[in-house]
């Protein structure tokens, strides 16, 4: 199964414009915008996730979180999730 990562824009964000204001949340260095714009719902571990993806300085130390078990997500998600790496940290 191939993945393809979405960049965020105003349309993959449409349906947060309600929590957000888009123009913002795109400015963002932050990867909060690449989680909703691939799939995530916003809810306590979307966010939960994008702190700790944002404050760690390496991979290892967002894997080897104790803050949340990355490892036990679906495959999807964790291959979602190092596309997203390799953009930031690539």
Not at 65 to 89: R, T, V
């Amino acid at each position: 199964m191939t993945i393809t990562l979405v960049h965020p824009s105003l349309e993959n964000l449409q349906s947060f414009s309600d929590l957000f204001n888009l123009e913002k949340l795109l400015q963002s260095e932050g990867v909060l915008p690449w989680l909703l714009a691939n799939g995530w719902k916003y809810d306590d571990d979307s966010s939960l996730i994008a702190n700790i993806i944002d404050e760690s300085t390496s991979l290892d130390e967002i894997w080897d979180s104790k803050e949340f078990d990355f490892k036990a997500l679906p495959d999807e998600l964790k291959e979602k999730l190092n596309q997203i790496f390799e953009y930031f940290y690539l």
